[in-house]
Each structure stands twice: as C-alpha cells, then as structure tokens.
C-alpha cells in the first residue's frame, strides 16, 4: 500500500507560478506510475499530468501542456508538479495519485488528501 501527501498549495497571482510535491510512503514507489488530478468547485475530478516509473513517459491534459511539468524522483519517494502562467482557472484542489503497471490519465489505486491551489487576479 502507498500513502501519498501533497505540499506546496497555496495562493498565487494570475501568470504566477507555484510548485507542488507529494510524498510517497514505501519502498516500492518506482513501481507505481503517478499521476495529478485536480477538481475544481462544483466540476468533477480531472486529469493533469502523469508520469511513468521511470520518469521517462508523461503526459499532460490539453489545458495544462507547455505551462505544467511532471517529474519524479524515485530516490525521494518524490512527484512534482511544476506550475507555470497559471491561470484563474487552474484554482482547483490538486490530487496525487499512484497506480500499478503503466502510466494512464485513470484507474488510479492511491490517492492523497489534496492541496488547495488558488490563482487570484
């Protein structure tokens, strides 16, 4: 089993940038693929950005490619989300998840509590 904590939200102006980190239980962290989820007020839970075992695979929602960056590293028990020109709707909680076999935008196994992230103009 994994336990996932995010760090890093908070609030940050429009063109901002802010940058996430969830902390992984376990020795076994380099066998999940990762992955953030974002749910906005009153929307349902949406795909961000993830990243495979290795590091060497990510993928991005349309609404967040060339501002957002996944990256992990496996010897911190360590996935990051880089934000950058964020926008007032990125304000959204923002989910770590960590699921089995290979990297995919769902069926995640492991999820965090959530960091609140939220872009004020």
């Known amino acids: 089993q994994v336990q996932l904590v995010e760090s890093g939200g908070g609030l940050v102006q429009a063109g901002g940038s802010l940058s996430l980190s969830c902390a992984a239980s376990?020795?076994?962290?380099?066998?999940?693929?990762m992955g953030w989820f974002r749910q906005a007020p009153g929307k349902e839970r949406e795909f961000v950005a993830a990243?495979?075992?290795?590091?060497?695979?990510?993928y991005y929602a349309d609404s967040v490619k060339g501002r957002f960056t996944i990256s992990r590293d496996n010897a911190k028990n360590t996935v990051y989300l880089q934000m950058n020109s964020l926008k007032l709707e990125d304000t959204a909680v923002y989910y770590c998840?960590?699921?089995?076999?290979?990297?995919?935008?769902?069926?995640?196994?492991?999820w965090g509590q959530g960091t609140q992230v939220i872009v004020s103009s």
């Open positions: 998840a960590a699921r089995r076999g290979l990297v995919a935008a769902e069926t995640y196994d492991y």
């Open positions: 376990g020795r076994t962290f380099s066998s999940y693929a």
């Open positions: 990243i495979s075992r290795s590091g060497g695979t990510t």
